[in-house]
C-alpha cells in the first residue's frame, strides 16, 4: 500500500455513474415493482452503500476510509445511443465523501459496479441478456490532485 501517513486529511469526494441495458419490460417491471425478489432499486441502493464499507476488503490495496456520506441514485430508461429498439438503460449513479487522507474514487466506482450486479441478480430470472456498461468516474474532489471532471479531461486538463 501507499503510504499516506504524512498526508493532511481532507474532504474528499468522489462521484461515479455506470449504466445497466435491459429489456424496456425488465425496466417496466423494476419501475413497478412488479419482480419477485421485491424492489430492485431498493435492494441495489443499499449493496452500493455496503459495498463502500467493503471496498478496501475487495481491492487489496484500497485504504480502509472513514466515510462520511454515501448517496446512491437511479435514473430509469435514460436515453443511450446503439441500443436495439427494445432496451432501455437503467443509469446508476454514486457519490461518496470522507475526511480522509486518501480518496474515495474506488468507493465510489464499487459502489456503482455492486449496485448493478444486484440488479442483474434481481432480475436475471427475466432478463439474463442484461449488461453492466461504462462504469467511470465522473468527478473528484480534494487532496493533492485537486478536482477532476469528466467533462475537461476529454481535453487533457482538469477543472
Known sequence: MVAVSDKPETL?????????????????????GALP???????ARIAGIA???RTADL????????????KVEFAPSIP?????ANERALAISAT???CDRTGVEMEALTA??????????????????MRITAIQ????????????????ATTGTES
Open 12 to 32: 474528499r469526494t468522489a462521484r461515479a455513474s455506470g449504466l445497466v441495458i435491459m429489456n424496456q419490460a425488465t425496466l417496466d417491471r423494476i419501475v413497478a
Open 80 to 84: 443511450v445511443t446503439g441500443l436495439a
Open 112 to 129: 456503482v459496479t455492486v449496485a448493478g450486479l444486484t440488479i442483474y441478480d434481481m432480475c436475471k430470472a427475466i432478463d439474463r441478456g
Open 96 to 98: 461518496v465523501s470522507a
Open 51 to 53: 459495498a463502500v464499507k
Open 137 to 152: 468516474l465522473e468527478e473528484k474532489t480534494g487532496g493533492r490532485s485537486g478536482h477532476y471532471h469528466r467533462q475537461s
Open 37 to 43: 425478489k421485491g424492489d430492485v432499486v431498493q435492494v
Open 59 to 70: 481491492i487489496p490495496l484500497c485504504h480502509p476510509l472513514r466515510i462520511t456520506s454515501v
